[in-house]
């Protein structure tokens, strides 16, 4: 258990050294990019390509960590006006709807990206599409776990 | 069909916060599910967001305007407005809508503003001489004044989906933020108008301008007063594309704060970097999935049929904007601005042009009435985020906000029924 424990505080600091990382190299970038274009008439050939990777991989990073304790856009009217009683039940029942949606996401997610394998194209430099791909699948199955565990959470919690 | 409870449950859920992007993908889901499409159709819209470039400005603006919300800046901004406007009459309510036109241009109208600013402008307010009633409204919709300019990232985001749809009438950032100058100036003006006319019995005493204030206040802001130049001059000129004014102001903010002023250590930058990601996050997924779901829509010709139902009930352009005017007001009140946008604006584009609207046009009536549905009680969210911040009950800031609502509904009437005025910079 302690070791799980460790391993989880682990693979949260990854996530924080990718989402850090993926910023500053895209701040950097798409700066040196504007330097290079307008004072010395060239630029990096994969640069812009990069940067519009980057993008989707910085937004699925920024939605993982949202569903670290659901913060995710949402409407929420009337959780405030239900019981104690009855809250975790519902509060399970959402994160659960949200865990599978989020799984069946991942599962084509995951066949998309095994087709791409098969495909073999690359999206910029010699960096291949499947790979460029892998976060969408990858993204989805930690939010489905993370909303997963809430539900579980949730009814443990209970009153 | 059976279609009926699975649209209830949703509607269940959601009511009880399902996240909107999960609701959003179940609906597409059905739908291309019902069309006899191979679900894998869904990753591969949500990877149609490495086909648009203009959204690279979303990530930088955000990091750099939370960066700018969790220094000092605010406070620098402020102390150089007054410098600059001090003479001038209810120079601090200008300052105070200015200074946080300026903080949700960069970071939507998502609360911060009035939790940011609100701090040292309400009290500045009250401590000056203005009615309690008065600032208490006045930095409550300040807190959502600014979305027509730039960097706004609603904006943005309109026009992102808008060009997704191809519409055959293509449309720039550069004209959308061209397009807000003038209805953002009718707001100040009127604002400024009610100001006077408040104080107009006991009217605020006027700071006499102090040169050596004003040296002070611009050198302490040094680093600080070229950023407006970036983000403004560099788009309306033309120097700058919009994601290249973001780089640049993303860069610059982050030297500036971490570097120079200091005010950021690695730590809260790493912090900073997290919540702003969080927020990008969230709104770059439901743009996700919401473009699955257009192209669904479009797919089943729902805007199509929708116009065609529309114009069985309403024959002219003017009736038109009138319900459309209430629907968003209430699309205001419930929905989250990121959301509303994605969400509507595929049906309501092409609704809304079947009646002649320009979509620019439309995109500024669209904010316009987003930055009143946060104020329109009962649910109105920058009512409920002031009541938080200051520690007021809800019914006070209800009455201290509803003069400002007013002016800015008549604001948002004008806006509507005058095309021109949202227009005249562009070639239409």
Known sequence: MHNLIALHTRLLQLEDIFLVGFLVLTIVLASLQILLRNFFDTGIIWGDSFLRIAVLWIGMLGAMYASRDDRHISIDIGMRFLSAHIKPYVQALVFIFTAVICTIVFWYGLQLVLLELEDGQYGFARIPVWLCESIIPFAFMVIAIRYFVAAILALLNEP | MTLAPIIIALLVLAYFGAPLFSLILAVAMLGFYYQDINLMVIPIELYRITNTPLLLALPLFTFAGYLLSESN??????????????????????????????????????????????????????????????????????????????????????????????????????????????????????????????????????????????????????????????????????????SEAAAVTALYVLVVEVFIYKEINLKKLVKVIQDSMTMVGGILLILGVALALTNYLIDAEVPINLFEWIKQHIDNKFTFLIVLNLFLLLLGMILDIFSAIVIMVPLVVPVAMGYGIHPIHLGIIFLANMQLGYLTPPVGMSLFI???????????????????????????????????LSLIFIDH
């Open chain 2, 73 to 242: 800046t605010s406070h620098r901004l402020v102390r150089v407005s007054r410098a600059i406007l001090g003479w001038f009459p209810t120079e601090l309510s200008v300052v105070t809508v200015v200074v946080c036109a300026f903080f949700t241009a960069f970071t939507g109208a998502t609360g911060i503003t009035i939790i940011a600013l609100g701090a040292l402008l309400y009290p500045a307010l009250t401590q000056s001489g203005y009615p309690k009633d008065y600032s208490l409204g006045l930095v409550t919709t300040s807190g959502s004044m600014g979305l027509l300019l730039p960097p706004s990232l609603p904006l943005i985001l309109y026009v992102i989906i808008v060009q997704q749809m191809n519409l055959g009438q293509a449309i720039t950032i550069e004209q959308a933020f061209l397009a807000g100058v003038l209805p953002t100036l009718l707001m100040l003006v009127m604002l400024f108008a009610w100001g006077l006319w408040v104080t107009r019995a006991e009217p605020v005493a006027l700071v006499p301008f102090n040169f050596t204030e004003l040296r002070r206040a611009l050198r302490e802001a040094i680093w600080e007063i070229p950023l407006p130049f970036f983000v403004l001059g560099g788009i309306y000129s033309g120097i700058f594309a919009v």
């Open chain 2, 386 to 420: 002031a009541s938080y911040r200051f520690g007021k009950p809800i019914t006070e800031i209800y009455r201290s906000t509803i003069p400002f609502m007013l002016l800015l509904l008549v604001s948002v009437l004008i806006i509507t029924y005058w095309p021109e």
